[in-house]
């Protein structure tokens, strides 16, 4: 599945932003989707992730109450809402497809959007 991610922006401290990714192929429904995420001179980390099966949502803690993963299948295309964000949410954002079950392991991860950057003014 090949994927493409937008909505990156320059965002105060407080404000929020809304990510999407569009992924082509006809079996997106069956993919696990992450968003991970890798600020300046640090590693790529997990965000969030919304399973194929049930459609169930998982956050890394520093994100828990302030982002909402999501997904249109219909539309191949899921969403991060973020909210409340802080200057330490700067990063580039990458969506990301794992074929099965829910894994926040950037290993399991077999297709990569390009990344979009998320800049938060403090």
């Known amino acids: 599945v090949q994927l493409q991610a937008c909505g990156g922006g320059l965002v105060q401290a407080g404000g929020s932003l809304k990510l999407s990714c569009a992924a082509s192929g006809r079996t997106f429904s069956s993919y696990t989707m992450g968003w991970f995420r890798q600020a300046p001179g640090k590693e790529r980390e997990f965000v969030a992730a919304i399973s194929w099966r049930p459609n169930t949502a998982y956050y890394a803690d520093s994100v828990k109450g302030r982002f909402t993963i999501s997904r249109v299948n219909a539309k191949n295309t899921v969403y991060l809402q973020m909210n409340s964000l802080k200057p330490e949410d700067t990063a580039v954002y990458y969506c990301?497809?794992?074929?099965?079950?829910?894994?926040?392991?950037?290993?399991?991860?077999?297709?990569w959007g390009q990344g979009t950057l998320v800049t938060v003014s403090s």
């Open positions: 990301a497809a794992s074929i099965g079950n829910y894994t926040p392991r950037i290993d399991d991860y077999d297709s």
